[in-house]
């Protein structure tokens, strides 16, 4: 009798990260629930590196959080004097040059931008809070299933900052201008009703069905071809940036590709 398989274990263990492949779907969980998920430079560090070790059969990218929250923002020892040994603190980080300073954020950003890759769909799967840091890598995500218990907000600015995580520039296409400065301004919670009536979330469902709600929704992905799905990702992705007639005419390239790969003539 062949033995079962072995679980293989983690992809990626370490700083708060933890990565885990099965075949089509990749799950990235922050696994620091003692602290709610507190977010470190050594977390986004991690974060950007499970991007990098992703396989390439995976399709479909599924963020969550251990514990009680999904992360309720940055790691408070970041504003302590010394801030994190080993880390800059947010003074190191005020009194380094004007190009240092930029290339340090641009470097922390680096854990949020691969979410939005063209060959993939993520997933956040947000329970609790999600605040800051936490709110922002939840924008960083294609779509975001809640339950009902969640409480996202942006506190950056009731702090003297700006949310700097790559969170705006969704914040803003997802609930509009004026809504998304009331939720940074106020820094005030937004829960799954709210969200869910935005577009903030596509779905909330009970605390207890989070998780297969979301294993749903990545099935139904999963049922589309890849090809398609890719290409219809990239046109719904550029199609703010173009006007009417050039998002007619990617539609068509597109297609061209399409129908021309199904026949087999593609490259």
Request: net charge negative.
């Given at each position: 009798?062949a033995s079962?398989a072995?679980?293989?274990?983690?992809?990626?263990d370490k700083?708060g990260?933890?990565?885990?492949?099965?075949?089509a779907?990749a799950?990235?969980?922050?696994?620091?629930?003692?602290?709610?998920n507190?977010?470190s430079p050594?977390?986004?560090?991690?974060?950007?590196?499970a991007?990098?070790?992703?396989?390439?059969?995976v399709?479909?990218v599924?963020?969550?959080?251990d514990?009680?929250?999904?992360s309720?923002?940055?790691?408070?020892?970041?504003?302590?004097?010394?801030?994190?040994?080993?880390?800059?603190?947010?003074?190191?980080l005020?009194?380094?040059?004007?190009?240092?300073?930029?290339?340090?954020?641009?470097a922390?950003?680096?854990?949020f931008t691969?979410?939005r890759r063209?060959?993939?769909?993520s997933?956040?799967?947000?329970?609790?809070?999600?605040v800051?840091?936490g709110?922002?890598?939840?924008l960083?995500?294609?779509?975001?299933?809640?339950?009902?218990?969640?409480?996202?907000?942006?506190?950056?600015t009731?702090l003297?900052?700006?949310p700097d995580?790559?969170?705006?520039?969704?914040?803003?296409?997802l609930v509009?201008?004026?809504r998304?400065?009331?939720i940074?301004?106020?820094?005030?919670f937004?829960l799954a009703?709210?969200a869910?009536?935005?577009?903030?979330a596509?779905?909330a469902?009970?605390?207890d069905?989070l998780?297969?709600?979301v294993?749903?929704?990545?099935?139904?992905l999963?049922?589309?071809p890849r090809d398609?799905?890719?290409?219809?990702?990239a046109l719904l992705?550029g199609a703010a940036?173009?006007t009417?007639d050039?998002?007619?005419?990617?539609?068509?390239?597109?297609?061209?590709?399409r129908?021309?790969?199904?026949?087999?003539?593609?490259d």
């Amino acid at each position: 009798m062949a033995s079962p398989a072995q679980d293989p274990g983690p992809v990626l263990d370490k700083d708060g990260v933890r990565l885990t492949v099965d075949d089509a779907i990749a799950t990235v969980t922050l696994a620091v629930p003692a602290k709610r998920n507190a977010q470190s430079p050594a977390m986004w560090r991690a974060l950007a590196e499970a991007g990098r070790l992703l396989p390439g059969s995976v399709r479909v990218v599924v963020l969550r959080g251990d514990g009680r929250s999904f992360s309720g923002g940055l790691d408070r020892q970041m504003f302590a004097p010394e801030g994190i040994e080993g880390e800059p603190s947010l003074l190191d980080l005020a009194n380094s040059s004007d190009p240092e300073l930029d290339a340090s954020i641009a470097a922390f950003q680096e854990g949020f931008t691969w979410w939005r890759r063209s060959d993939l769909v993520s997933i956040a799967a947000v329970h609790g809070h999600a605040v800051g840091a936490g709110f922002q890598l939840a924008l960083a995500c294609d779509l975001r299933v809640v339950a009902d218990d969640v409480q996202f907000a942006m506190r950056e600015t009731s702090l003297g900052l700006v949310p700097d995580l790559t969170g705006t520039y969704p914040l803003v296409n997802l609930v509009g201008y004026a809504r998304a400065l009331e939720i940074c301004a106020t820094g005030r919670f937004v829960l799954a009703e709210e969200a869910v009536s935005t577009g903030l979330a596509n779905l909330a469902v009970p605390a207890d069905q989070l998780d297969a709600a979301v294993q749903d929704l990545a099935a139904a992905l999963l049922a589309a071809p890849r090809d398609a799905l890719i290409e219809t990702k990239a046109l719904l992705q550029g199609a703010a940036g173009r006007t009417y007639d050039a998002q007619r005419a990617a539609e068509r390239a597109a297609q061209a590709r399409r129908l021309r790969d199904l026949a087999g003539l593609g490259d």
